[in-house]
């Protein structure tokens, strides 16, 4: 049961281009800006983004470190601790990839993991996000 009771709330995501990371999470995944804001005493613009009941968290810091180029690769990004990606899930994954490459979109990794079709995609900043079918058990 853990120490307290909770349920996710948000993932937040440092981008080098607000503008363009919210239109590329609109444009793609289908989210939109629930709201605008900036933090002036970290220096940081915010944008929070809505999709159903999930939330990201956009922020733009002048200053801050590029992603790393290990972090753009699924197998690579293990080798650096902390967050790896954000998964999603969608009916179908390989016509989800294909239409993802049709508009423009990174493919970082098409496989098929136990029979199963997956893959992971790059949002406009190399951040991974990993595409499964609904309902593939994480375990069998």
Known sequence: MG???FRAHHMGLS???LD???KWYQDILGFSVEKLMEIPPIGAKIAWLKKDDFRIELFEKEGAAPLPEDRKFPNRDLMTHGWKHLSIEVED???ALAAFKAAGVEIAME???DGRAMGFIR???GNLIEINQIGTP???
């Open 138 to 140: 994480l375990f069998e």
């Open 111 to 113: 496989n098929v993991v």
């Open 20 to 22: 363009a990371a919210v």
């Open 3 to 5: 120490i307290v009771s």
């Open 93 to 95: 994954p390989k016509t």
């Open 15 to 17: 981008v080098p281009n």
């Open 123 to 125: 949002d406009n900043s």
